[in-house]
């Protein structure tokens, strides 16, 4: 092995006392203290965490711990507190990158480039894609959010959905790093890859 390959794979996982503690209480959550976890609950990980992973996303997670050499393949990849604490910070989004993702979204709904989408057609989508929501759910999001005469300016929507869903309230600016961050239990360096 190169000295630069040796460098990689040594490379240690850095997580605040913060992440570390919220990482914790989730694993312990799913887990219930069978030890490992199934790859399949990271995505339940990390709604729980307010983030919104995608189906696609959620499946390359699974794929890329597939082991080519198990026993049984259709059975679920594991992994341990060291790699879901990997899984999840390569996962996490700020609410800054949040509120691009949704914006995109409701853009792809935007057929005449306005900013703007009928509240009527917002609550067909609400009730049907993804996870679903009760149309007084939505009407009382809709409410809250001030739509005006039936139509939704999602540019000022986004925020207060993220608002009443509780989104990660962290506004760094992308690409900044917490400076000071203590190494956890968990970046030891002894990780799956």
Same mark, same amino acid.
């Given at each position: 092995?190169? !000295?630069?390959?040796?460098?990689?794979? &040594?490379? *240690?996982?850095?997580?605040?006392?913060?992440?570390?503690? %919220?990482?914790?209480?989730?694993?312990?959550? %799913?887990? /219930?203290?069978?030890?490992?976890?199934?790859?399949?609950?990271?995505?339940?990980?990390?709604?729980?965490?307010?983030?919104?992973?995608?189906?696609?996303?959620?499946?390359?997670?699974?794929?890329?711990?597939? !082991?080519?050499?198990?026993?049984?393949?259709?059975?679920?990849?594991?992994?341990?507190?060291?790699?879901?604490?990997?899984?999840? +910070?390569?996962? $996490?989004?700020?609410?800054?990158? #949040?509120?691009?993702?949704?914006?995109?979204?409701?853009?792809?709904?935007?057929?005449?480039?306005?900013?703007?989408? &009928?509240?009527?057609?917002?609550?067909? $989508?609400?009730?049907? %894609?993804?996870? *679903? #929501?009760?149309?007084?759910?939505?009407?009382?999001?809709?409410?809250?959010?001030?739509?005006?005469? =039936?139509?939704?300016?999602?540019?000022?929507?986004?925020?207060?959905?993220?608002?009443?869903?509780?989104?990660?309230? @962290? /506004?760094?600016?992308?690409? @900044?790093?917490? +400076?000071?961050?203590?190494?956890?239990?968990?970046?030891?360096?002894? =990780?799956? +890859?």
């Amino acid at each position: 092995m190169s !000295d630069a390959e040796e460098g990689n794979a &040594e490379e *240690v996982l850095e997580l605040t006392l913060q992440e570390e503690k %919220l990482f914790r209480e989730t694993y312990n959550a %799913l887990s /219930k203290g069978r030890g490992d976890l199934p790859v399949n609950l990271i995505g339940q990980a990390l709604r729980m965490n307010n983030q919104c992973p995608t189906e696609a996303e959620l499946q390359k997670i699974i794929e890329d711990h597939r !082991d080519e050499d198990a026993v049984d393949p259709d059975e679920m990849p594991k992994v341990d507190f060291e790699e879901f604490c990997t899984i999840m +910070k390569e996962n $996490w989004k700020t609410r800054d990158q #949040l509120e691009d993702q949704l914006k995109a979204a409701f853009a792809t709904f935007d057929k005449a480039e306005s900013g703007i989408i &009928e509240a009527e057609d917002f609550k067909n $989508w609400m009730m049907t %894609l993804g996870e *679903v #929501l009760e149309e007084g759910e939505i009407n009382e999001l809709l409410k809250d959010a001030g739509t005006l005469d =039936g139509k939704v300016p999602y540019d000022q929507f986004v925020p207060h959905l993220l608002d009443a869903y509780g989104r990660p309230a @962290s /506004k760094k600016p992308k690409g @900044s790093a917490k +400076k000071g961050g203590k190494k956890s239990a968990a970046s030891s360096g002894k =990780g799956k +890859k």
